[in-house]
């Protein structure tokens, strides 16, 4: 069936310096590549997303780069402040609201000051 | 997803009880999903709906059970048949323009 590997499941980097989280996944057809951020007791909440049309987005100190061939994205977080401590999560999809969107195992970011 | 409502918050119940979380939403969006996360644990998916009076098993159906009568609700039942109930339970909705998922507050569960 339908997998994301997600990787680390745990990290750990000063403030200021740059985080990054790989993922692949299985779906060749997965055109749709969210990222959530869930702090704890929380929902999860999009941070940024990618479509299969695009190598890379930035919003701010955020990026998303995607290579459909190797059939992986990554999630940079530059700059990194205190608030960026929590559990992230990336997911694909097809671009369809009844699609299933699968979700990776999570990692948990801490930031060191 | 200030549009979607889980109660309540926090829900305990005695083991061999069937237990309803509702959940609600006031977004318009068509499709509907139910999620159990356990701690430190990612995403799994147990029901989803896609339109009223439709919907599929995800990855861990078993032990649960959904309706979809209206557009606004989707609320899931915990049924005595699920062996480790006790868990943090997440609605989800997604649009039909830009695909994004939204998640409610969600309700943890204790079952002792």
């Known amino acids: 069936g339908e997998n994301v590997e997600q990787h680390p499941s745990t990290l750990s980097v000063q403030e200021g310096d740059s985080a990054v989280i790989k993922c692949t996944y299985s779906?060749?057809?997965?055109?749709?590549f969210p990222w959530y951020k869930q702090e704890l007791g929380k929902r999860p909440q999009l941070i940024i997303d990618i479509r299969s049309n695009v190598g890379e987005k930035k919003d701010q100190r955020i990026a998303v780069t995607l290579n459909k061939t190797a059939k992986h994205f990554s999630l940079h977080i530059t700059e990194t402040q205190p608030e960026d401590s929590a559990v992230y999560f990336c997911?694909?999809?097809?671009?369809?609201?009844?699609?299933?969107?699968?979700f990776g195992s999570g990692t948990r970011l801490s930031i060191r000051p | 997803d200030g549009g979607i409502t889980q109660s309540p918050k926090y829900l305990f119940r005695k083991e061999g009880q069937n237990v309803t979380l509702s959940c609600e939403q006031n977004?318009?969006?068509?499709?509907m999903y139910w999620y159990r996360q356990d701690p430190g644990q990612g995403l799994r998916l147990i029901y989803y709906?896609?339109?009223?009076?439709?919907?599929q098993k995800g990855d861990i159906a078993e032990g649960y059970s959904v309706s979809r009568e209206k557009k606004e609700s989707f609320p899931l039942t915990v049924t005595s048949a699920q062996k480790n109930p006790t868990a943090f339970y997440l609605c989800?909705?997604?649009?039909?323009?830009?695909?994004?998922?939204?998640f409610g507050p969600g309700t943890r569960l204790t079952v002792t």
């Open positions: 779906d060749s057809a997965s055109n749709y």
């Open positions: 997911a694909a999809s097809r671009y369809s609201s009844a699609s299933k969107i699968i």
């Open positions: 977004l318009n969006h068509d499709a």
């Open positions: 709906s896609q339109i009223v009076n439709d919907f």
């Open positions: 989800a909705t997604r649009t039909g323009g830009t695909y994004e998922q939204y």
